[in-house]
T-cell receptor, first 109, second 115 residues
Framework: RKEVEQDPGPFNVPEGATVAFNCTYSNSASQSFFWYRQDCRKEPKLLMSVYSSGNEDGRFTAQLNRASQYISLLIRDSKLSDSATYLCVVNTNAGKSTFGDGTTLTVKP | DTGVSQDPRHKITKRGQNVTFRCDPISEHNRLYWYRQTLGQGPEFLTYFQNEAQLEKSRLLSDRFSAERPKGSFSTLEIQRTEQGDSAMYLC?????????????FGNGTRLTVT
């Protein structure tokens, strides 16, 4: 079993739709959590950190459930420019970052 | 802009040859990471450094792979006796000083093709 598992996707949604991605992690000692975005043939870039109380950044909302070892990302009012692969990332207390395999989103006009 | 830089961007080599990649992290960052990524997969952890100390190396990494960060600044990743299965994008990332949970900042990667 992988340390970080994500919905395999792909997700194909129309513009304006709301879409949610899920991620589970196996290491209960994990300390911090992130969502990264990766465009085709580009490097991953930080989208947002995920805080225990949940956090929002514009159209993006991240949630963390430590008891269930589950992280989510919600995108509201999807834009064409949101098309990308979304990577869930989990850090241990030693600072090592483990990535999921990503979920691919395609937003269509 | 003094982001993470990697060199070369692309490397084509024949099976059995040795290759070396370089990474220059963001100057104030003390942690440096190497990842490998193949199509359809997320970045796979290879190794990471805090300053010049190598803190962890993936058990999946064979003895053909070695990484150094001799002065706690730039790092090199060497692959000896390359195999076709080594073909991948090799990503370097760095993270900030004083916070073990800082997010990673990636370079553009080095794409390796082994023929």
């Amino acid at each position: 079993r992988k340390e970080v598992e994500q919905d395999p996707g792909p997700f194909n949604v129309p513009e304006g739709a709301t879409v949610a991605f899920n991620c589970t992690y196996s290491n209960s000692a994990s300390q911090s959590f992130f969502w990264y975005r990766q465009d085709c043939r580009k490097e991953p870039k930080l989208l947002m950190s995920v805080y225990s109380s949940g956090n929002e950044d514009g159209r993006f909302t991240a949630q963390l459930n430590r008891a269930s070892q589950y992280i989510s990302l919600l995108i509201r009012d999807s834009k064409l420019s949101d098309s990308a692969t979304y990577l869930c990332v989990v850090n241990t207390n030693a600072g090592k970052s483990t990535f999921g395999d990503g979920t691919t989103l395609t937003v269509k006009p | 802009d003094t982001g993470v830089s990697q060199d070369p961007r692309h490397k084509i080599t024949k099976r059995g040859q040795n290759v070396t990649f370089r990474c220059d992290p963001i100057s104030e960052h003390n942690r440096l990471y190497w990842y490998r990524q193949t199509l359809g997969q997320g970045p796979e952890f290879l190794t990471y450094f805090q300053n010049e100390a190598q803190l962890e190396k993936s058990r999946l990494l064979s003895d053909r792979f070695s990484a150094e960060r001799p002065k706690g600044s730039f790092s090199t990743l060497e692959i000896q006796r390359t195999e076709q299965g080594d073909s991948a994008m090799y990503l370097c990332a760095s993270s900030g000083r004083g916070n073990e949970n800082s997010p990673l900042h990636f370079g553009n990667g080095t794409r390796l093709t082994v023929t």
